[in-house]
Structure formats: structure tokens, C-alpha cells
């Protein structure tokens, strides 16, 4: 590199100032091409590389703002700040919690059990600012403490569990249609098994009137005797369609039918579930024309969901068990055949009898 930069050495000397000028112009083109073909656009320099450009642009001064291309003018600044005496960096990050903030929340997390949201606001009670979320989680998951409440007696999942093989969910589902008046709502009744998430869906109908109601309820009488599945509670919202009628078949049945509270669509999770999965695996994709569109369509997803589909909350299995267990062959991606429902959009797969 010297014997590249003598020559311009010995010529310094002979330039006039116009010369300099110009000189200098053409080694920042020159310098700002090369830049451009370096791969990295960032350019880390050692310890005595950032020494010889602060005692080389020290002499220049404010100037060296239009001169400076291998870093920016504001990082050139602070490495002169940080050359200063007596400097002290500032710690980057977040500060450390202190020990006694630890302690506290420690002492009350052990001594009520509560999540790290209650002793969060427990804090702000004391007049304290509390850390952020992930910050006290953290601290009580290295005391091996509850983040949350713990699931137990008395929680709408213990409650579920212990009703599961008896309790039955039921609501409405509706999709706009078009019948030869135009756009029309359209409904169905849906009833949830609990516990085999098995489901009884009713033909759709534009009024849900009281006659409609009640012989939809006495269906899923019969239905429910015929699957065996012994029904001791239902479960339903607190929709206007919901006539008493409905409810005196329910019961003369031997069933309690219990509402929800409102607005509260997790007490039904498994149902509106259900119809996301209804949703978005096979309505979504269809424009129905009439009644007895809507009716097939929900009827062939409904028999996928129930013999073809695997589901997740019972160990990727379909609803009515019988299929094969894995015994650790692999078959012949020829032996393996797709079976379709609805032109193709459902889906599953099958081996191929021998």
C-alpha cells in the first residue's frame, strides 16, 4: 500500500489549491465506488484504526463532516466522546431488578398462590411500580411458583371433566343464502357431545319458529337415545329463539337446561370450535343457492368430521375409532389413495385394500 500512496505524496507539494481540491474530489468518487462493491455494508474498525482517524480528523475540525465515508459522522463523534477522560458509557439494557422487589413478589406469590397478573396489581395497591409481565413470570418460574392459577376444583375445566360424558352444548348457526327472492339468513341448530365431540346438526330453516323448535328439540331426543349417550345437562346462550317450548321437551326428557351468562362464548369453546372448523374448511368456499345446498353442505362436512377427520384433542384420531394403529411399516405411497368429499375440498387419505 506505500509504494501505491508515494507517488501522491511527492505530488502534494507541487499542487496548487484548485489542484488539491479537485485531487480530493476525485478520491471520494473513487472511495465511494469502492464502498459500493465492498459485501458488507458495515465496516468495524480496531482500537488504533479509530486512534488514527481521531488524531488525523482532530486537525481538521468541524470539516471532516463532508469528508467522512466509512462511518457516520455522528459515530465518529462518539468515539471521540468516549476518548475523553473520564468517560463513563451508559449501561445499555434493562435494569436489573432489585432484590427486594424480587423478595416481594416471591413472599406474596408463595403465600396466596396467585398469578403473576394478581401480584402485579397487588404491587400498584402497595404503591409500587411493578416490573413488566415477562419479568415477574420469570422471577417466579425460578422459584418454581404458578404463573397462573392453578386448574383445579371448582374451575370451568374441572367442571367439564366431571360432566363431560353427560353434557350436550347446543346453538344456532346462520350463513346467507341466496333463494330466488335474493339473499336470505339461513339457520341451523347444532347440538355438541361433550365429551366424543360428536354432533347433531337439524335441517335449516329461514324462520325458527316455535313449531320448527320444538320439533327440532324432540329429534335430538331421539337422536341422543339412539347413540346411548346418556344426556343430563345441556348447555345453551340466551338467544330470543329459544322458546319455552323447547325447553319443556328438553326437560320432559329428563334433562336440565342450564343458559350461560352473557356475553360469555368460552363457557361453549368446543362449539364455536366446531363452527370455525364448519367455516373455514368448507362454507367459506361456496356460494349456496338455497336451502337444499345449504343442507348438503353442512351434511357431507358433518360426515367427514365425524369418519374421516382427525382430530387433535383426542390424539389425531377420527371420531368413529376403528381405523388401524400404527404398526411401524411403512406402506407404499401407491397403496395410499385420496378420497375427496365436496369437489375435492375435504380431503383425507386412506390405505388401499390388497
Not at 472511495?31 to 479509530?50: H, Q, S, T
Not at 463532508?66 to 439494557?93: C, D, F, N
Not at 415477562?134 to 366431571?162: A, C, M, N, S, Y
Not at 360426515?303 to 387433535?312: A, F, L, V
Request: charged share 30%; net charge positive; hydrophobic share 35%.
Amino acid at each position: 500500500m506505500g509504494r501505491v500512496f508515494q507517488p501522491l505524496l511527492f505530488l502534494l507539494p507541487f499542487c496548487t489549491r484548485n489542484d488539491l481540491i479537485r485531487q480530493i474530489e476525485f478520491l471520494k468518487a473513487e472511495n465511494e465506488m469502492l464502498r459500493a462493491r465492498v459485501p458488507k455494508k458495515l465496516i468495524f474498525l480496531n482500537a488504533d484504526e479509530r486512534s488514527r482517524l481521531l488524531k488525523l480528523g482532530k486537525a481538521i475540525g468541524p470539516g471532516l463532516k463532508h469528508l467522512l465515508t466509512i462511518v457516520s459522522y455522528t459515530t465518529y463523534l462518539a468515539w471521540v466522546r468516549k476518548a475523553r477522560e473520564g468517560y463513563q458509557p451508559k449501561k445499555v439494557g434493562r435494569p436489573k431488578t432489585k432484590d427486594a422487589m424480587r423478595e416481594l413478589i416471591v413472599k406474596i406469590a408463595s403465600e396466596t398462590g396467585w398469578g403473576y397478573t394478581r401480584v402485579m396489581g397487588e404491587l400498584k395497591k402497595l404503591g409500587i411500580k411493578p416490573p413488566s409481565r415477562t419479568t415477574v413470570k420469570k422471577i417466579l418460574k425460578e422459584h418454581t411458583l404458578e404463573v397462573g392459577p392453578p386448574d383445579g376444583q371448582g374451575t370451568w375445566d374441572d367442571f367439564l371433566k366431571r360432566h363431560a360424558e353427560t353434557l350436550w352444548q347446543c346453538d344456532f348457526f346462520s350463513k346467507r343464502i341466496w333463494t330466488k327472492f335474493g339473499l336470505r339468513q339461513c339457520f341451523v341448530l347444532i347440538f355438541l357431545h361433550v365429551s366424543s365431540r360428536r354432533v347433531f346438526v337439524t335441517q335449516c330453516t329461514q324462520k325458527p319458529t316455535v313449531a320448527w323448535m320444538t320439533e327440532q328439540a324432540e329429534k335430538f331426543v331421539q337422536h341422543a337415545r339412539s347413540t346411548g349417550h346418556e344426556t343430563v345437562l345441556l348447555r345453551r346462550d340466551r338467544d330470543t329463539n329459544y322458546r319455552r317450548e323447547f325447553d319443556d321437551v328438553l326437560r320432559g326428557a329428563g334433562m336440565q337446561v342450564k343458559k350461560n351468562c352473557f356475553r360469555s362464548p368460552n363457557l361453549q369453546a368446543h362449539f364455536e370450535r366446531f363452527i370455525q372448523s364448519l367455516q373455514q374448511e368448507a362454507l367459506d368456499h361456496f356460494i349456496v343457492f338455497g336451502e337444499r345446498h345449504f343442507d348438503y353442505l353442512v351434511t357431507e362436512y358433518v360426515e367427514h368430521y365425524h369418519t374421516e377427520r382427525p382430530h387433535q384433542s383426542l390424539g389425531n384420531t377420527p371420531l368413529t375409532g376403528g381405523w388401524p394403529t400404527s404398526d411401524g411399516d411403512m406402506p407404499d405411497p401407491d397403496k395410499v389413495a385420496c378420497r375427496t368429499r365436496l369437489g375435492g375440498l375435504l380431503k383425507h387419505y386412506e390405505r388401499v385394500a390388497a
